[in-house]
């Protein structure tokens, strides 16, 4: 499956420590990630990550056209509500796109580890099926 991974500033860390908790989930896929997040969970990880763009010089829009082209099964974005940067991309495009094409969608580390288990169980495989 098709792993989208994007994280605004203050959260890259933590995106960080989600894959590596769930590398061996995560190996298993196909993960894209905006070029700063997906260089970072590399160097952790040893994850092969397919990069787009930085997200505010268009990695965002990147994976949005894979979104549409309902080439994504699963989207990991962790932002942050409080203190987001210019700079950084916005979330609201995205979140549309995964409404439309019913495409698994988490905002927060709880969501996202709910989505990793229930990818490692078998749950999405619809997604298989809906493409």
Same mark, same amino acid.
């Given at each position: 499956?098709?792993?989208?991974?994007?994280?605004?500033?203050?959260?890259?860390?933590?995106?960080?420590?989600?894959? &590596?908790?769930?590398?061996?989930? #995560? /190996?298993? *896929?196909?993960?894209? !990630?905006?070029?700063?997040? %997906?260089?970072? &969970?590399?160097?952790?990880?040893? #994850? /092969?990550? *397919?990069?787009?763009? !930085?997200?505010?010089?268009? %990695?965002?829009?990147?994976?949005?056209?894979?979104?549409?082209?309902?080439?994504?099964?699963?989207?990991?974005?962790?932002?942050?509500?409080?203190?987001?940067?210019?700079?950084?991309?916005?979330?609201?495009?995205?979140?549309?796109?995964?409404?439309?094409?019913?495409?698994?969608?988490?905002?927060?580390?709880?969501?996202?580890?709910?989505?990793?288990?229930?990818?490692?169980?078998?749950?999405?495989?619809?997604?298989?099926?809906?493409?």
């Amino acid at each position: 499956m098709n792993i989208g991974l994007i994280a605004h500033d203050s959260k890259k860390k933590l995106m960080q420590n989600f894959c &590596i908790a769930y590398r061996g989930i #995560l /190996n298993k *896929h196909e993960l894209y !990630a905006t070029g700063t997040t %997906g260089r970072l &969970i590399e160097e952790v990880t040893n #994850l /092969n990550v *397919h990069k787009y763009l !930085a997200g505010h010089l268009g %990695g965002q829009q990147q994976l949005a056209s894979q979104i549409e082209h309902n080439d994504m099964d699963m989207v990991i974005y962790l932002r942050d509500p409080l203190h987001p940067k210019k700079h950084e991309p916005d979330v609201n495009d995205v979140v549309r796109l995964c409404d439309i094409y019913n495409i698994p969608f988490a905002t927060n580390l709880a969501t996202a580890e709910l989505l990793i288990k229930a990818l490692d169980r078998g749950d999405l495989e619809w997604r298989e099926v809906y493409r």
